[in-house]
């Protein structure tokens, strides 16, 4: 970890810094420990700048360098906060060395924002396992969450366009219960993220049929089923991969090992298949004037299947919203995962979350009860 300097209170570019405050939504950027660096972070704020009017910011980094980056944006004038703060965290810092010594670097220091009510949500390109770890310590998790999860959108042929799935990589196990709370929080993501009014949960597996998978993976289909109703979605039952990209589902419940390898796989997909239509578009001059004829066409695949326009994972199960933006994000990436933080934000969505967890928590005790009460568990 980079050495780090104790970060000021307020190195203030002029803004107010309350979220929500006179109908604006303040976001809390770590401009650090991205592949690009901060250019890439300020500039991505920018964009997102010009299309959010109500949008503000809180950007932690190295106090010098980041006056000059802003300055030279003049969309982020007087909407942005500049809290100094020295300290990197990079990716090969390991969780546990971050929560011991992190304290002043641009990661821990964007996370307090959200913590001491400064910002709404927080976004960064830092290091995955760090960031979860000083989210968990810093907004600790919500009453009835054993394991948070990220979430991420899967492009698909679903009206809303995308699937929601979780866990995508903040923890590669998950015990039955941790897969319904899973289901809980993702039908919560899809209902307010994606307005999807009865989302349709699907748990990942090798098979669609009942006797296929791991024991645990019967267990969880068998708690989704009973706990569908206080979660407010429907059990699909289990799905496949191919399922992914497809109608089936609106949430696709699975553990971070299983997940984390499907989405990395998804991602490197589209970028052969977008590397592919360049060249095969490329050669001779048929072939080029074939792709002018289908230019509008390919613009629509290529945002449909561009893993930077859907950048962005959720944390689920926090007291606090935090986005995860892919480490080698350039601005549109960036830009993607700070309109996706904006949005939550703007939709209360961590509240509702708040409020659907501890429903289904309280149901889920209740129904064990009763099982209990009437024998049926010894």
């Known amino acids: 970890m980079a050495p780090a300097r104790d970060p000021a209170a307020d190195g203030s570019t002029g803004g107010d810094s309350s979220p929500r405050a006179d109908g604006k939504v303040v976001i809390s950027v770590d401009a650090?420990?991205?592949?690009?660096?901060?250019?890439?972070?300020?500039?991505?704020?920018?964009?997102?700048?010009?299309?959010?009017?109500?949008?503000?910011?809180?950007?932690?980094?190295?106090?010098?360098?980041?006056?000059?980056?802003?300055a030279r944006r003049p969309v982020l004038a007087g909407r942005t906060t500049i809290c100094h703060a020295g300290g990197v965290v990079t990716m090969d810092d390991k969780p546990s060395q971050v929560m011991r010594h992190g304290k002043g670097t641009s990661m821990w220091s964007t996370i307090d924002s959200v913590e001491n009510g400064q910002a709404a949500a927080a976004v960064s390109c830092g290091n995955t396992g760090a960031l979860m770890a000083v989210s968990m310590l810093?907004?600790?998790?919500?009453?009835?969450?054993?394991?948070?999860?990220?979430?991420?959108?899967?492009?698909?042929?679903?009206?809303?366009?995308?699937n929601?799935?979780?866990?995508?990589?903040?923890?590669?196990?998950?015990?039955?219960?941790?897969?319904?709370?899973?289901?809980?929080?993702?039908?919560?993501?899809?209902?307010?993220?994606?307005?999807?009014?009865?989302?349709?949960?699907g748990l990942l597996n090798v098979g669609t049929?009942?006797?296929?998978?791991?024991?645990?993976l019967k267990e969880a289909g068998d708690l989704l089923a009973r706990h569908a109703a206080a979660g407010g979605f429907d059990y699909a039952g289990f799905i496949e991969g191919g399922d992914l990209p497809g109608s089936r589902v609106d949430v696709i419940v699975t553990d971070g090992f299983t997940g984390n390898i499907a989405?990395?796989?998804?991602?490197?997909?589209?970028?052969?298949?977008?590397?592919?239509l360049k060249d095969a578009f490329s050669v001779g001059i048929m072939s080029r004037f074939a792709a002018l004829l289908a230019l509008r066409s390919l613009r629509r695949l290529q945002m449909r299947i561009d893993p930077r326009r859907v950048n962005g994972g959720v944390f689920l199960g926090l007291n606090g919203t935090v986005v995860k933006s892919h480490g080698a994000s350039d601005e549109?990436?960036?830009?993607?995962?700070?309109?996706?933080?904006?949005?939550?934000?703007?939709?209360?969505?961590?509240?509702?979350?708040?409020?659907?967890?501890?429903?289904?928590?309280?149901a889920g005790q209740d129904a064990t009860a009763s099982q209990v009460g009437n024998g049926n568990i010894e």
């Open 332 to 362: 549109t990436g960036v830009s993607a995962a700070i309109s996706l933080a904006a949005r939550l934000a703007l939709s209360a969505f961590q509240d509702r979350l708040a409020a659907r967890v501890a429903t289904a928590a309280q």
């Open 164 to 201: 929601v799935m979780l866990d995508v990589g903040a923890d590669i196990r998950a015990d039955p219960s941790d897969l319904l709370a899973y289901a809980m929080m993702g039908a919560a993501y899809a209902r307010d993220g994606l307005s999807v009014a009865r989302p349709r949960v």
């Open 138 to 162: 810093r907004l600790r998790k919500l009453p009835g969450v054993n394991r948070p999860a990220i979430a991420c959108l899967w492009p698909s042929k679903n009206p809303q366009g995308y």
């Open 32 to 70: 650090m420990g991205g592949d690009l660096g901060p250019a890439a972070v300020v500039a991505g704020m920018a964009i997102c700048a010009q299309s959010t009017p109500a949008i503000h910011f809180i950007v932690h980094g190295p106090e010098p360098e980041l006056l000059r980056l802003v």
């Open 263 to 276: 989405l990395k796989t998804g991602e490197g997909t589209a970028r052969f298949v977008g590397d592919s």
């Open 209 to 216: 049929e009942e006797h296929k998978g791991r024991a645990e």
